[in-house]
């Protein structure tokens, strides 16, 4: 379905048209860590899914969102500023776009160490120079955290 | 998002992530990513499929087993429902009546938002959830903004703290959003696909959207200008109003 192949002419090329806007990130950096069993995992997301309440993400926001661990499924929405994609399936469940819960029982079979009590949302929409200061302050927070896992889960 | 990976790695953070676009991905060069099949919105494929989005999330979490990087993996099963998703079957609910009553758009939209209702609320119910409230605390409150709009010489609507155009945009979100979890409750239609099609081909409530965009055009109001283009109306809706128009 999310084939560039499969999209209508219009559609892939708006997304052709992302990859040449792209800056060069340079090389790429890889942080090494230890076992997975071991790992303490957080979850970031870009669906511009947010707690009920807090404030919407409004068009452009490059800041993020707190979504704390023990937030009930139905306490979250979504305020992301696209209406290009599908979002039938977090209306049914939540873990379609934030596997919260999958992580959780994943963590109880010992696949991963622990899940941080916070995690995570951005709004995919905007420009990705803009999201540099805020994930950097970002990656301050998860270290303090210990979390030394982070799922990067998009929409 | 695989800018936000090289962010976060820069910074001593390990990170691994979904890609939904391969090309957009595979120029980004995150250090950890899965490439999944899905439709967009769906990173961890279908909904209620608890034991598929383990399946996803466990071969994500094993690309923290790699020794190196740059990797970019390939998930190699379909989502369980993509068939049925992406099917465009007809939806079932009808809107006839609505379109060709008295009282014109605004009208029809009061009386689709009332046919919906019991099925909202049943959708609700069996959720134990709803996604609207992005505007305000119910779909009465979004539908009446989006019908201040549909006036002959329609006055903006003044919301504390928002531009007219971000409040337009979250209230025809929770419109939208209202109309998807109704007809999502009705027998057999869960299908995205049909669903979204209905949405935009069959009810006022699009034509009252479309109908919003014109007044964007129209208006002074900078905050309303990004609305034509983006925010308000999917881009493959768009296409094919300007090229009716056009045609």
Redesign the interface.
């Given at each position: 379905?999310?084939?560039?192949s499969d999209l209508?002419e219009?559609?892939r090329q708006?997304?052709?048209d992302?990859?040449r806007d792209?800056?060069d990130?340079g090389a790429?950096?890889?942080?090494?860590?230890p076992?997975?069993r071991e790992?303490r995992?957080a979850i970031?997301t870009?669906s511009g899914v947010h707690v009920?309440g807090d404030r919407?993400f409004?068009?452009g926001a490059a800041d993020y969102r707190v979504i704390p661990g023990d937030t009930?499924?139905?306490d979250?929405?979504?305020?992301h500023?696209?209406?290009?994609?599908?979002?039938?399936?977090?209306?049914?469940?939540v873990?379609?776009?934030f596997?919260l819960?999958?992580?959780r029982?994943?963590q109880a079979e010992g696949?991963?160490g622990s899940v941080s009590d916070y995690h995570y949302a951005?709004m995919?929409a905007a420009p990705?120079?803009a999201?540099?200061a805020k994930?950097?302050e970002?990656?301050?927070l998860?270290?303090k955290d210990k979390?030394?896992?982070?799922?990067?889960?998009?929409? | 998002m695989g800018a936000l990976g090289h962010y976060l790695e820069r910074e001593g953070v390990a990170t691994a992530q979904i890609s939904l676009i391969r090309e957009q991905t595979a120029a980004i060069k995150p250090s950890r990513a899965l490439w999944v099949p899905f439709m967009l919105g769906r990173p961890f494929g279908s909904p209620n499929e608890a034991d598929f989005q383990r399946r996803v999330l466990r071969s994500l979490l094993a690309l923290f087993e790699k020794k190196s990087g740059p990797v970019l993996e390939d998930f190699p099963e379909d989502a369980p429902d993509a068939a049925s998703a992406d099917s465009g079957f007809a939806c079932p609910v009808s809107f006839a009546a609505a379109k060709t009553g008295a009282g014109g758009l605004a009208q029809a939209l009061r009386d689709e938002v009332a046919q919906l209702a019991p099925w909202y609320d049943l959708a609700r119910k069996r959720r134990g959830r709803t996604t609207v409230g992005v505007f305000g605390a119910t779909v009465d409150d979004a539908v009446n903004h989006v019908l201040a709009y549909l006036d002959d010489a329609p006055v903006l609507p003044v919301v504390a703290g928002m531009s007219a155009g971000v409040a337009v945009k979250r209230a025809c979100d929770d419109v939208k959003a209202y109309y998807f979890e109704a007809a999502a409750a009705q027998p057999g239609n869960l299908a995205a696909k049909a669903i979204d099609q209905w949405f935009w081909n069959d009810t006022a409530a699009a034509r009252a959207f479309l109908a919003i965009r014109e007044f964007c055009k129209q208006s002074s109001d900078e905050s309303l200008k990004p609305l034509v283009k983006l925010s308000l109306i999917p881009r493959a809706v768009i296409d094919r109003v300007d090229s009716a128009g056009r045609g």
């Open positions: 379905m999310a084939r560039l209508p219009f559609e708006h997304h052709l992302k990859i792209l800056p990130f790429t950096p890889f942080v090494p860590g076992p997975l790992r995992v970031i870009t009920r919407p409004p068009p009930p499924h139905a979250l929405i979504m305020s500023s696209s209406v290009n994609f599908d979002r039938s399936g977090f209306q049914e469940d873990n379609v776009v596997p819960d999958r992580l029982e994943l696949v991963v951005f995919g990705v120079r999201l540099e994930a950097r970002l990656a301050a998860l270290k979390v030394d896992a982070v799922l990067l889960t998009p929409v | -």
